[in-house]
């Protein structure tokens, strides 16, 4: 299933970009993405239980909080640290957010697109990122089932997206 062929763009702070009508349980992801600029930030969120409509402001939360996230930023900034670290390996591009950390950083060069490829299956998620595998998380207790969605992160941060495919297995 393509969901979507042309380019979106996260803009204008934190909260959800975009996400599908349906929910989806085993399946591979794939999706293109790139960034410009160092401070880019975003996540594609996957199987996280359906929004509610009372806090439209904060129902992103829900995707961070109950869904899993593959992460987009090449600093690893690690924002609970204090002071806030970089190049940690649980908040950089392909980890699922600190959940499972990524092996290596993969991205091509800012301002090329990148593909991530990224299989639930069961209780576990593999991130592959331009062909590389990045991360795997065995085991995982959140949901085996929900929606999939592209974050917005922070003003000024402008990652870019396109041919977004869910192939269900």
């Not at 989806?24 to 960034?35: G, P, Y």
């Not at 950089?92 to 290596?104: C, F, W």
């Not at 991530?116 to 085996?144: F, H, W």
Request: hydrophobic share 35%; charged share 20%.
């Amino acid at each position: 299933m393509e969901l979507g062929a042309n380019i979106i763009e996260s803009v204008d702070g934190i909260g959800l970009l975009w996400y599908t009508k349906e929910q989806f349980a085993d399946f591979i992801l794939k999706v293109d993405w790139r960034a410009t600029n160092v401070e880019d930030n975003s996540e594609i969120f996957i199987r996280f239980p359906a929004l509610g409509n009372t806090d439209p402001a904060n129902d992103w939360k829900v995707a961070v909080d109950q869904g899993y996230e593959i992460q987009i930023d090449d600093t690893g900034k690690n924002p609970d640290a204090n002071p806030p670290t970089c190049h940690d390996p649980l908040p950089i591009t392909g980890s699922v957010y600190k959940l499972a950390p990524a092996s290596t950083v993969a991205s091509r060069p800012l301002g090329q697109w990148n593909t991530y490829e990224i299989q639930a299956k069961g209780n576990d998620i593999t991130v592959m990122l331009n062909g590389q595998q990045v991360s795997s998380l065995k085991n995982g207790t959140r949901p085996k089932q929900g929606f999939v969605g592209l974050q917005n992160h922070h003003a000024g941060s402008k990652v870019q997206f396109r041919n977004i495919r869910i192939q269900s297995l």
